[in-house]
């Protein structure tokens, strides 16, 4: 069985400053591993994924995260933060199951900043 | 905008009663993905349909089924409800059913609330 754990349930930053929103994984074989953001009352978007290749791994609206295979970690980090990067966070890894990949969410990151 | 579309996006109803969620698919998509997301649970995977078949399941009670129609799209009943089946579910879809290693796309999801 695979898991996913967000340690921390909230992170505060203010504008301007870098963001670490912190993953870490368990999972047999290869792991497949992903990040997608939720703002109220939508629904998960995709930001970025690494399956194979660089360690670090570039997505959407300037996010970037670096897979590190030791420390079984997938850390979403951002140089400067945004107002409007506030929404909920999940890190995803897939497995296998039936025949098919099927993702499994951490509880999510809410990442809240601050003007 | 996802491409994934859900209906409805909000359901009140009593204990004891039975609904339907709907969802339809990116054009193109054969694989469904069903998702519970609740406070004290997160997001947990329920169901996948890879076109018109059942491909996994997870954590989907006895008295919640889905199905997949010929045209793709896709519906999951929940009966019996309990004050714990209050959650958002939300439907994904992606291209690929075996060894996928792809992202989802997510609708905004159905709010479920049972009285």
């Known amino acids: 069985a695979q898991s996913v754990a967000q340690p921390e349930d909230q992170v505060n930053v203010a504008e301007g400053n870098p963001l670490t929103v912190k993953c870490t994984y368990s999972?047999?074989?290869?792991?497949?591993l992903f990040w997608y953001v939720q703002y109220p009352n939508r629904g998960l978007q995709f930001l970025l994924k690494?399956?194979?290749?660089?360690?670090l791994v570039k997505g959407s609206y300037g996010f970037e995260a670096e897979f590190n295979k030791s420390q079984t970690s997938f850390h979403l980090k951002k140089p400067s933060a945004l107002v409007s990067d506030s929404a909920l966070y999940f890190c995803a890894v897939n497995s296998l199951g039936g025949g098919s990949y099927i993702p499994t969410f951490g509880r999510g990151t809410s990442l809240i900043v601050h003007p | 905008d996802s491409g994934v579309t859900q209906t409805p996006k909000h359901l009140i109803t009593a204990t004891g009663q039975r609904v339907t969620l709907r969802c339809s698919p990116r054009?193109?998509?054969?694989?469904v993905y069903w998702y519970q997301q609740s406070l004290d649970q997160g997001l947990q995977f329920l169901i996948q349909?890879?076109?018109?078949?059942?491909?996994a399941k997870g954590n989907i009670l006895e008295r919640f089924s889905a199905q997949q129609f010929p045209d793709l799209h896709s519906e999951l009943n929940l009966s019996s409800l309990e004050l714990g089946d209050s959650a958002l579910y939300f439907c994904a879809s992606n291209p690929v059913g075996t060894g996928n290693t792809g992202e989802l796309f997510f609708g905004e999801g159905s709010r479920l609330t049972v009285l």
């Open positions: 054009s193109g998509d054969l694989s």
């Open positions: 690494y399956i194979t290749g660089d360690n």
């Open positions: 349909y890879y076109n018109g078949e059942e491909r």
């Open positions: 999972v047999s074989g290869n792991p497949y």
